[in-house]
């Protein structure tokens, strides 16, 4: 099974709004990723943040860790239109190479 | 670099049919990942290689499905033979030694009817 969920399963806001998605997992991690996935296309790499990091910033996302709750949260600010997408947090496991996914958000903004 | 390529971008094929999925990683890289998604179960990993050796394919459902990858451009995921559950998108992805971000092909559609 995967390791984890995201929530919400989806999430709807307005254009200007700021947007947080949340993700947990069950067993230790080296490192947490964040990854977009549009509409028919294959996902890309967003932001990398290590067990060691807690908080990490890369233009208008802003990635925490908390490694004693076992989760992370994905914040977006200032959303536009073409945020629109499905958001995925994905976890490397202690002791693999093994890249495994949650279930993602979908996150739709209005104009 | 042109990226992870994947063919073809859509399959249609009937039950019973063989059904092969190509993946081409991004030059240097030494993983390779192969994942299906579908609706109800997201993303799931079904086998990863390093080095064009398997290193775990515990995700794979059955045995009707098989992967190789005879050198280091080149990946194959063959079902045989398909069935109508098999219809998902497959991707395939790679990233190199020393990181993990994975670069994603644009996934095959793959419909079995």
């Known amino acids: 099974s995967q390791q984890g969920e995201e929530d919400p399963q989806a999430l709807s806001i307005q254009e200007g709004e700021n947007a947080t998605m949340n993700c947990s997992y069950k067993?230790?991690?080296?490192?947490l990723q964040w990854y977009r996935q549009n509409s028919g296309r294959g996902l890309v790499h967003l932001i990398l943040?290590?067990?060691?990091?807690r908080e990490k910033h890369s233009g208008r996302l802003r990635v925490t860790l908390d490694t004693s709750k076992k989760s992370s949260s994905l914040l977006i600010t200032a959303s536009r239109a073409a945020d629109t997408a499905s958001y995925f947090c994905?976890?490397?496991?202690?002791?693999?190479?093994?890249?495994?996914f949650g279930q993602g958000t979908r996150l739709t903004i209005n104009p | 670099d042109a990226g992870v390529i994947q063919s073809p971008r859509h399959e249609v094929t009937e039950m019973g049919q063989e059904v092969t999925l190509r993946c081409k990683p991004i030059?240097?890289?030494?993983?390779l990942f192969w994942y299906r998604q579908t609706m109800m179960r997201g993303l799931e990993l079904l086998i990863y290689?390093?080095?064009?050796?398997?290193?775990?394919d515990s995700g794979m459902p059955e045995d009707r499905f098989s992967a190789k990858m005879p050198n280091a451009s080149f990946s194959t995921l063959k079902i045989q033979p398909s069935e109508p559950r098999d219809s998902a998108v497959y991707f395939c992805?790679?990233?190199?030694?020393?990181?993990?971000?994975?670069?994603f092909g644009q996934g095959t559609r793959l419909t079995v009817v």
């Open positions: 994905a976890k490397i496991i202690q002791g693999a190479q093994k890249l495994v």
């Open positions: 067993t230790s991690i080296n490192n």
């Open positions: 943040i290590r067990s060691n990091e």
């Open positions: 030059s240097g890289h030494d993983y």
């Open positions: 290689f390093n080095n064009n050796v398997p290193i775990d």
């Open positions: 992805a790679s990233h190199r030694r020393g990181s993990t971000e994975a670069f």
